[in-house]
Structure formats: structure tokens, C-alpha cells
């Protein structure tokens, strides 16, 4: 199995965009990109906007050599609906648009839905359900809390295992915070698992330091069933995430589980853009 984290935070844009490929069939899971509207009241720099400029033709690479297409929820940094075209002959899965969902992702769903009818695509509405393509088992869980609670709507989890080896996405959890979120990924047993890890940026304003321990000691049991663990897009908007989860690592030692950034398990360089915008408009002027 090959897994390529295509765009994360870790390289600089906001998103989770990962390919996976085995030998029955090729996924693409969340191709989209974006960034922070607004960081220590500043916009995006130029050096981010190219950034994501450079990602997002990367994406749509990946998905051009894609079969399946997996969108587990429609914040725009999961999927883009204004470049539809790049669909054509896939098979989509797609979170439910009317079923465990908040109203802002109603309306993105709607849209995103009308524009695909402007191609020739496959849609099945995927939320708790499992796939085969060949030896290749896919399973989509239930949908779970984008974070602590419904505010943000609800994300789908991503299992693949082609009988050898096994991948899990978390989609945006926040920590994990839930057990629900949580249970899937311990039952599940991946070998390799991409997380979204707790968003300590946000930590006393949107993030509490309980929310930040649970993510924490639900992390620790992750890192005792999984040999490397990613954590990356909320936690890697801190740009000092390893200190805030420093527990984690030293737990994780006893079970040889390896941690480690999206970037870092492409073998590049980490480029915390957004967490560094306040440096970037102070050396960088444009």
C-alpha cells in the first residue's frame, strides 16, 4: 500500500488531501485546500498563496489518477466545489448531505451536489458504510463531531486495508476528543493512522487544557495498536505542537510507535506557514 499525504498544514496550507494506493485501486481522499482567512489579524501572506496555489495543482494531479474520490465533509478545506470538471469518470463517496449535519454544510452540500451534475460521475452517499474493490476492504464510519461537539457538523473516518497493510483517516477530530471517535480507530487496529490532532493553537480561547489532555490520553491508546501515528492540520497550526503533546511521545516510546508529522512522513521539510504568518509579513513584504 502507498500513502502519500498530498497537502497538510505541516506543508503550509490548510488540509488533510491524501492519496492512497493499492494494488485493486487508487483513492483520493478530501481534495481541497485552503487557508486561514485571518492569523494574528493579518491576512494570508503571498508565500501562503502560492503555497496553496502549488498544492492545489498537486491535488488535482492525485485525483486525476484516482478511481474513488472520498469527501468525509464540506468544509472547503476538505473539498472545492468550483472545479468540479476534475471529477469526470471517478467514483465519489460523499458524506451524507442531509444526515447528521450542521446547516452552513447543508447549504455547501446543495451546492457542491448541483455542480456535480454537470459531470459524468458515480455518487453514493458513503457515511457507515463498507466497499470492496478487489482485495482492497474500504470502511466509512459513522459520522462523529468535528471536534467537541455539533457545532461544526459531523466528519466521517476513512479505513483501508488491502489484507497486508491497513491505513486509517481521521478526518478533522480535533484530538481525537470522543469515544466514538476514538473506538473506531483502536477496533480497527491501522498500522499507519493520519490524525487530526487537538487544536492547541486555539487553547483557552476555542480549546480547553481538559480538551487537550482527553485528546492526549486518547492518543496514548491509539499509539499502543498503531506502529506510526501522524498528527497533523488543527495541531500543526501551533508552532510549538510537539511541547503541547509532549506526553504522547514519551508513551508512544514504549511501544516503538513512531509520531510524526504529515510532512515529515513524505520525507520534506515542515513548513508551518500559518503559524509563522506573523514572521512572514515582518520578512517578507509585498
Not at 487557508?35 to 503555497?51: D, F
Not at 463498507?130 to 476492504?137: D, P
Amino acid at each position: 500500500m502507498e500513502i502519500v499525504p498530498i497537502a497538510f498544514d505541516s506543508m503550509g496550507v490548510r488540509s488533510m488531501a491524501t492519496f492512497v494506493k493499492t494494488k485493486d485501486v487508487t483513492i483520493t481522499i478530501d481534495p481541497s485546500v485552503s487557508l486561514a482567512p485571518s492569523r494574528y489579524g493579518l491576512p494570508p501572506h503571498k508565500i501562503e498563496i502560492e503555497q496553496m496555489e502549488e498544492k492545489w495543482r498537486e491535488i488535482k494531479g492525485f485525483v486525476e489518477k484516482s478511481d474513488v474520490i472520498i469527501i468525509t465533509h464540506y468544509h472547503y478545506d476538505h473539498h472545492n466545489p468550483e472545479e468540479v470538471e476534475i471529477f469526470e469518470g471517478k467514483k465519489l463517496l460523499l458524506k451524507h448531505p442531509k444526515d447528521k449535519i450542521n446547516r452552513s454544510q447543508i447549504e455547501r452540500a446543495e451546492y457542491f451536489l448541483e455542480r456535480l451534475r454537470n459531470v459524468k460521475v458515480e455518487i453514493d452517499f458513503c457515511d457507515g458504510k463498507k466497499y470492496e474493490f478487489g482485495n482492497t476492504f474500504v470502511e466509512i464510519s459513522k459520522p462523529v463531531f468535528h471536534g467537541a461537539n455539533q457545532k461544526l457538523g459531523f466528519v466521517l473516518e476513512v479505513f483501508v486495508s488491502d489484507g497486508k497493510n491497513s491505513f486509517l483517516f481521521s478526518s478533522d477530530v480535533e484530538g481525537p476528543l470522543h469515544a466514538d471517535q476514538t473506538e473506531f480507530i483502536l477496533q480497527r487496529r491501522p498500522e499507519i493512522v493520519f490524525i487530526d490532532g487537538p487544536m492547541s493553537y486555539m487553547l483557552g480561547y476555542r480549546f480547553s487544557k481538559t480538551s487537550l489532555e482527553k485528546a492526549v490520553e486518547n492518543l496514548k491508546k491509539i499509539s499502543e495498536v498503531s506502529r506510526e501515528i501522524v498528527l497533523d492540520h488543527h495541531l500543526l497550526r501551533d508552532i510549538n505542537w510537539r511541547d503541547q503533546i509532549s506526553e504522547l511521545f514519551v508513551h508512544a516510546e514504549q511501544f516503538s510507535t513512531e509520531i510524526k508529522s504529515a510532512a515529515e512522513f513524505r520525507g520534506v521539510e515542515e513548513n508551518l506557514l500559518e503559524a509563522r504568518r506573523k514572521e512572514l509579513y515582518e520578512r517578507f513584504k509585498f
